[in-house]
Nanobody, 128 residues
Framework: QVQMVESGGGLVQAGGSLRLSCAASAASGRTLDDYTMSWFRQSPGKEREFVAA????????YYEDSVKGRFTISRDNAKNTVYLQLNSLRPEDTAVYYC??????????????????WGQGTQVTVSS
């Protein structure tokens, strides 16, 4: 299992920026190199939606089309933290953003199925 704690959400005007953080720790005997870390988001009344993923060991990244060019996922090995930089925010980006961990890489990452751990979420609200 991977334990995760998100932070960095808040209220921002359209066009603004936020940086979300996810502090992660792997189970005993494992390292974060074993995992892919992803960000999802969920708005009221909607299903949880994939946003971006990063393979911890290589830094390979993968994005949902609607956020390409606006959001950037990255990780800091020394701090065991995954970041999601949100730029050019739009009201439709308003959601609770969740960090999640999986031990695979591939198109299944776009679904919630392969994830073995989730953070508690952090609220992002974008005003128009």
């Amino acid at each position: 299992q991977v334990q995760m704690v998100e932070s960095g959400g808040g209220l921002v005007q359209a066009g603004g920026s936020l940086r979300l953080s996810c502090a992660a720790s792997a189970a005993s005997g494992r390292t974060l190199d074993d995992y892919t870390m992803s960000w999802f988001r969920q708005s009221p009344g909607k299903e949880r939606e994939f946003v971006a993923a990063i393979m911890w060991s290589t830094g390979y990244t993968y994005y949902e089309d609607s956020v390409k060019g606006r959001f950037t996922i990255s990780r800091d090995n020394a701090k065991n933290t995954v970041y999601l930089q949100l730029n050019s925010l739009r009201p439709e980006d308003t959601a609770v953003y969740y960090c999640a961990a999986a031990n695979l890489w591939g198109t299944l990452l776009r679904t919630t199925t392969p994830y073995i751990g989730w953070g508690q979420g952090t609220q992002v609200t974008v005003s128009s």
